[in-house]
């Protein structure tokens, strides 16, 4: 039990604490390291024109609507076209091809949820 606490006293002999200056040193740096890792990630979005690496080119998802967890139909322009596409797991499968155009209105009589929300929240005023 002796040689334990004999022991505990000769480490913090040869090792003695962390001065403030070195701490502070240590967090400055590394702050300057963090620093300069989000300034290269935002000057590469700049330098990129905000897209992510890999998606330049013709193609463009314009929406997509998930079925399941594994199925999805996605929208995709691709020039003056829109491409329907219906995606399940191994496979991809076009489904319809039409030109490019404006997203319709689905419910052309319904009002819009924001519209809605404003006149009942008038009414209850």
């Keep these: 039990m002796l040689s334990d606490f ?7 002999a040869i090792a003695p604490g ?7 040193q240590m967090l400055l740096g ?4 963090v620093g300069i890792l ?11 024109g905000g897209r992510s690496f ?6 463009r998802v314009v929406g ?13 322009e691709l020039g003056d076209t829109w491409i ?3 995606i399940v797991p191994g496979q991809i499968k076009t489904l319809l091809t039409l030109p490019k155009g404006e ?3 689905v419910n052309p009589g319904e009002k819009p949820f924001g519209l809605w929300l404003k006149q009942v929240t008038e009414r209850k005023k």
């Design 103 to 105: 997203i319709p209105d």
């Design 64 to 76: 997509g609507l998930m079925l399941s967890v594994r199925e999805r139909i996605v929208l995709v």
């Design 54 to 59: 890999g998606h330049s080119g013709p193609l």
């Design 18 to 24: 962390v001065s403030g200056t070195a701490l502070f």
């Design 84 to 86: 329907v596409v219906g």
């Design 6 to 12: 004999s022991y505990a006293q000769e480490a913090a």
């Design 30 to 33: 590394l702050t300057l390291i």
């Design 38 to 48: 989000f300034f290269g990630a935002y000057f590469l979005r700049k330098l990129n």
